[in-house]
């Protein structure tokens, strides 16, 4: 018995290998990377639909009982081979494993899960060749008590066990499936697949005490595959030599490892699924920059006096809060009535990044022109998986006409059309209003997290459809939609994300159980899970529940919840008409103003490997005049994950941390905090909080005469020992650090509470959100608020974006501070005067009073202030840490390098024993 663990195929399709005839070739020109023609697309707007795992267990079932289900591509006619490399569709290809014997066929097993196409590009230096690389769900092949006894046929001295992985693929356009049937003999079934190629893994030969054993290597193995069908002599199985196919004849792989069920697989790095977690994949997988050569393949010029085309081709990378959508688009500054376009996606084509077959002719009325300044403004709507609303997932606008001279008045004026290929990049918001209308009129906004964009198409009016350009060519214009290092990562992560919907039917059928889910009181974010790890075995999965603030007070799930009962949509027209619906304004109630934009902060869903950042800013009202504070911050569990072991990676620990880099400038009763953003990955529970405790040390510090060296710290007086006590707490808040699936990204304001939490709070604030569990305190009366109006800022943001300044802009997030205000009777007011404070005695000042007169005269601007000053910090930052790390160790934490998630300690006893 053994297991074939199969996680990545790469394939190769290409044009080049079949012969072409001298029409195609000569319409298409003679430049090989030009071959590589826009017809390869044409495939999104055939009738075709994704495989049905009926059809791949029939397929196995059959050919293994020696019925024969598929033909291999070498049975092709060359037009129909081309036919097939011209509506390839990646994500039907299958795998069928075989174990033989020789030439005896022991057992096939068929490919289960769902393929995830990771790359796809064109190698112009081998003819222009179409690369594909496959991610499959990690496919488990169980081989059990697999007997030859049984079989005839076999000849032990010449005969070898061995595995045969086929590659297969499965017919769903109509086309081409009619093609196969008319070849079916009469009165049989037809074909449903073809054989694009195979590879073979041999057994190798163990001797024990004289006898002969076969097994398999159990190994991470990569298996090259070759084109054609399967040769009769299994033993050699050579690779056979045909013009008439689609796999490569080099470059194809399929990776793999074989285990012994009884042993934990280990799967090499490309292929874990733990491993990819964090895995950031090239620039080039997302975004190709502009070819200009593709110019010449444009039809010649045209003014803004002659007909023309908008093609509506893709929108590329839609965020994790969208499941179906639709682009606008309209005309500005048109002297005449242009009708609004509205393009819907292909159903079959892909969820994150659909396509459209979508063509509008602007033909001006006899006699007249379009005005050569007009801009084309368009939009994305999408229904918001969260709110089940619709909302505007972003605008961008694109120039029709390039204008000779930009001086002329608009009847004078004579405009060139924009003609080609556009990548407009979505941005957040309405177009600046200190300006004309134009392409730039968005750039200022925020644009939507992960390069969002629409692929358009200008081009003189012809009366077919042209077809849909290969993106990956250069065709469009993408010099807008350059990713930077964040937005890769943000990229990377929807390319991870393995609960989005592979295609554009699967989302619509999403988005009709989540919105029932709404209206039944469920949480929606059940239904879209991102990245959840494994719960401990036999764990009960609680229900979530909503509190009476809309914060989740129940448990992510770490399974998929059983979906509500829908309506049955049966067949393409229902869809469409579905997508029409939902995201047709008009059918909105009459007094219902306009959209919202999207919430930026649910664009991405969090995972574990992105992380997220926290950066602890300041604390506003502290009773510390004459003190050092820093703060202590503790990534704190909810109970769904408290002892949930960490991740491979070593993500999912307890996180803690201290934050104590002062700004001297600040004031020492609002001290200012210049510590980098900290990066945590704690896995997602809606109850998971960060705890942060302020201290305040009054100590006594010595510093060098001359200022060569750190200083000495000691007690303060009457006090025989440095230590950490009651009267160093200066308060504690809490933050939730996940909301709506998502980071709960944003500035901060938490209200300060006096001292430490109490053990009431750190039990009810792992099974409910911050806000009922401090109002919970506050109403049972185990903890006290600061009524002094002391708070305390920092900020969430989402762990792809390597720094803030890249980051979509953080808004304001004081609703638990406002509330808790109310609760308390210690009004909004008194927190944003506490915070207006711009006057007392500065940090700059503990520094100065440690320094010798002469020096002291000279004020923060000497040298030896700058010396003085880095040196107090880095004596007083150690002083702290020391102090911190021994009541961590008297708590069971152990120190901040060593401490793991597999620790022993009670996750309450840091607090309370202080």
């Not at 004031?667 to 896995?683: F, G």
């Given at each position: 018995?053994?297991?074939l663990?199969v996680s ?13 005839s001298?029409?195609?070739v ?21 009738n ?17 009982s ?5 033909l291999d ?6 037009s ?27 057992r ?11 790359t796809a ?5 081998k003819?222009?060749r179409k ?7 990690h496919?488990?092949f ?32 109509e086309e ?7 070849q079916a ?11 694009l ?7 190798w030969k163990?001797?024990?005490?004289g006898?002969v ?5 159990y190994?991470s ?6 084109p054609?069908?399967?040769?009769p002599?299994?033993?050699s199985?050579?690779a056979?030599?045909?013009?008439r ?11 793999m490892n074989?285990?012994q069920?009884d042993q934990?697989?280990t ?7 733990q ?9 080039r ?9 593709t110019q010449e ?8 006096m002659d007909?023309?085309?908008?093609y ?8 994790d809060?969208c499941?179906i ?10 002297d005449?009535d ?5 393009a819907?996606?292909?159903l079959?084509?892909?969820?994150r ?14 006699g007249?022109e ?26 961008g606008?694109l120039?029709l006409?390039?204008?000779e001279?930009t001086s002329?008045n608009?009847?004078t004026a004579?405009?060139w ?7 407009v ?7 600046a209003?200190d300006r004309?209308?134009?392409?730039d009129?968005?750039i200022?906004?925020p ?5 969002c964009?629409?692929l358009?198409?200008?081009l003189?009016?012809?009366e077919?459809?042209e077809p849909?350009p290969d993106y990956?060519s250069?065709y469009?214009?993408?010099d807008?939609c350059?990713p930077?290092?964040?937005e890769?990562?943000?990229l ?7 609960q989005?919907?592979q ?7 999403q988005?009709?159980?989540v919105?029932?889910?709404?209206k ?5 974010t ?19 529940q909503?509190d ?5 007070t ?10 509500p009962?829908v309506?049955v ?8 008409a ?13 007094n219902?103003?306009?959209?919202n934009?999207v919430?930026l902060?649910?664009?991405?869903d ?7 950042f926290i950066k602890?800013e ?5 009773l510390?005049?004459?003190m050092?504070?820093s703060c202590?911050?503790r ?18 620990t ?6 104590n880099?002062?700004d ?24 998971t909080c960060?705890l942060?405790q ?5 100590v ?6 001359e200022?060569?060296?750190p200083?000495?710290?000691y007690?303060?007086e ?9 009267e160093?707490?200066?308060g ?8 709506r699936?998502?980071v709960n990204?944003?500035?901060h304001?938490?209200?300060i ?6 053990t009431e709070f750190?039990?009810?604030?792992m099974?409910?959100?911050?806000l009922?569990?401090m109002?919970?305190?506050l ?7 600061n009524r002094l ?8 943001f989402d ?6 300044s890249?980051?979509y802009?953080l ?16 009004s ?9 404070v711009?006057?007392g005695k500065s940090y700059?000042?503990?520094?100065l ?6 020096y ?6 000497g040298e030896k202030y ?15 840490y ?5 009541q961590?160790?008297e708590?069971g934490?152990g ?6 998630a597999?620790e022993?300690f ?9």
């Amino acid at each position: 018995m053994f297991y074939l663990f199969v996680s990545k195929t790469k394939i190769v399709k290409s044009r080049s290998s079949a012969k072409r005839s001298t029409s195609a070739v000569s319409a298409k020109g003679n430049d090989g990377a030009k071959e590589e023609d826009a017809e390869d697309h044409e495939n999104n707007s055939r009738n075709s639909d994704f495989v049905d795992q009926k059809t791949i267990d029939s397929i196995a079932a059959a050919e293994l009982s020696g019925q024969k289900s598929f033909l291999d591509v070498t049975e092709l006619r060359e037009s129909h081979v081309l036919k097939l490399i011209d509506s390839f569709m990646p994500q039907n290809v299958q795998l069928i494993t075989t174990v033989f014997y020789g030439r005896s066929k022991l057992r096939s097993i068929a490919f289960t899960g769902s393929n995830k196409l990771i790359t796809a590009s064109i190698n112009h230096e081998k003819k222009g060749r179409k690369e594909f690389e496959i991610v499959v769900s990690h496919e488990k092949f169980l081989f059990s008590n697999i007997d030859p006894s049984a079989f005839g046929g076999i000849d032990g001295a010449i005969d070898v066990p061995s595995i045969v992985i086929r590659i297969v693929y499965v017919v769903t356009d109509e086309e081409i499936g009619g093609i196969l049937a008319a070849q079916a003999p009469p009165g049989s079934v037809a074909p449903k697949a073809i054989q694009l190629g195979y590879g073979r893994v041999d057994m190798w030969k163990k001797e024990e005490n004289g006898r002969v054993f076969w097994e398999p290597p159990y190994q991470s193995i990569k298996v090259n595959l070759s084109p054609g069908p399967l040769p009769p002599d299994m033993n050699s199985m050579p690779a056979r030599s045909n013009e008439r196919y689609i796999l490569a004849k080099d470059g194809c792989y399929v990776e793999m490892n074989i285990f012994q069920p009884d042993q934990q697989i280990t799967p090499s790095p490309t292929v874990s699924p733990q491993a990819r977690r964090d895995q950031i994949y090239p620039k080039r997988t997302f975004w190709t920059p502009y070819n200009p050569k593709t110019q010449e393949l444009l039809p010649a010029l045209i003014s803004n006096m002659d007909d023309f085309d908008i093609y509506i081709d893709q929108v590329r990378f839609l965020p994790d809060n969208c499941r179906i959508c639709k682009v606008t688009a309209r005309i500005f500054k048109s002297d005449f009535d242009v009708p609004d376009l509205e393009a819907f996606p292909e159903l079959n084509s892909d969820a994150r990044s659909p396509t459209f077959k979508y063509k509008s002719t602007v033909a001006a009325p006899e006699g007249e022109e379009v005005d050569p300044f007009s801009v084309l403004v368009l939009r994305v709507y999408i229904r918001d998986i969260h709110s089940t609303e619709i909302v505007v997932c972003g605008s961008g606008a694109l120039v029709l006409y390039n204008v000779e001279d930009t001086s002329a008045n608009r009847k004078t004026a004579k405009g060139w059309l924009n003609a080609g290929g556009h990548q407009v990049r979505l941005y957040w918001g309405y177009p600046a209003e200190d300006r004309p209308l134009d392409e730039d009129s968005f750039i200022h906004n925020p644009p939507i997290p992960g390069t969002c964009s629409v692929l358009v198409r200008l081009l003189p009016h012809t009366e077919t459809h042209e077809p849909l350009p290969d993106y990956q060519s250069g065709y469009y214009k993408s010099d807008s939609c350059d990713p930077n290092e964040s937005e890769v990562r943000v990229l990377s992560h929807y390319l991870r994300h393995d609960q989005y919907p592979q295609t554009v039917k699967e989302g619509v059928l999403q988005y009709q159980k989540v919105e029932l889910a709404v209206k039944q009181g469920k949480d929606p974010t059940s239904y879209t899970n991102s990245d959840p790890p494994p719960p401990p075995d036999n764990e009960p999965v609680e229900p979530n529940q909503e509190d009476q603030d809309g914060l989740a007070t129940g448990h992510k799930s770490a399974e998929q919840p059983r979906l509500p009962t829908v309506a049955v949509l049966s067949g393409d027209d229902d869809y469409l008409a579905y997508i029409e619906e939902r995201l047709d304004r008009k059918r909105l109630p009459a007094n219902q103003p306009p959209p919202n934009f999207v919430t930026l902060e649910d664009c991405i869903d969090y995972d574990l490997g992105s992380g997220l950042f926290i950066k602890v800013e300041q604390a506003f009202g502290l009773l510390s005049n004459n003190m050092y504070s820093s703060c202590f911050a503790r990534i704190n569990p909810g109970t769904k994950t408290s002892d949930w072991a960490k991740s491979p990676e070593g993500f999912g620990t307890e996180y803690k941390f201290i934050v104590n880099k002062h700004d001297y400038k600040s004031l020492q009763t609002s001290p200012r905090w210049l510590d980098n953003p900290y990066k945590v990955n704690p896995y997602y529970d809606v109850n998971t909080c960060l705890l942060i405790q302020i201290f305040a040390m009054n100590v006594k510090y010595v510093g060098d005469s001359e200022v060569q060296k750190p200083g000495l710290v000691y007690p303060p007086e009457g006090k025989e020992n440095l230590m950490l006590e009651a009267e160093n707490r200066m308060g504690w808040t809490a933050v939730n650090l996940f909301e709506r699936n998502s980071v709960n990204s944003g500035v901060h304001l938490l209200p300060i509470f006096e001292e430490q939490p109490s053990t009431e709070f750190v039990q009810n604030v792992m099974q409910m959100s911050v806000l009922n569990a401090m109002k919970k305190a506050l109403k049972e009366g185990t903890d006290k608020i600061n009524r002094l109006g002391a708070s305390v800022r920092l900020k969430l943001f989402d762990g792809n974006y390597v720094n803030e300044s890249e980051c979509y802009p953080l808004k304001d997030q004081s609703r638990v501070l406002k509330k808790m205000a109310a609760v308390s009777k210690v009004s909004v007011k008194r927190y944003t005067e506490t915070r207006e404070v711009s006057t007392g005695k500065s940090y700059s000042m503990l520094v100065l009073a440690t320094m010798e007169p002469k020096y002291q005269k000279k004020g923060t601007q000497g040298e030896k202030y700058k010396k003085a000053e880095h040196y107090y910090e880095m004596a007083m930052s150690d002083t702290f840490y020391n102090l911190l790390e021994d009541q961590m160790m008297e708590a069971g934490m152990g120190p901040f390098e060593e401490a793991t998630a597999d620790e022993q300690f009670d996750p309450q006893s840091l607090f309370y024993n202080f």
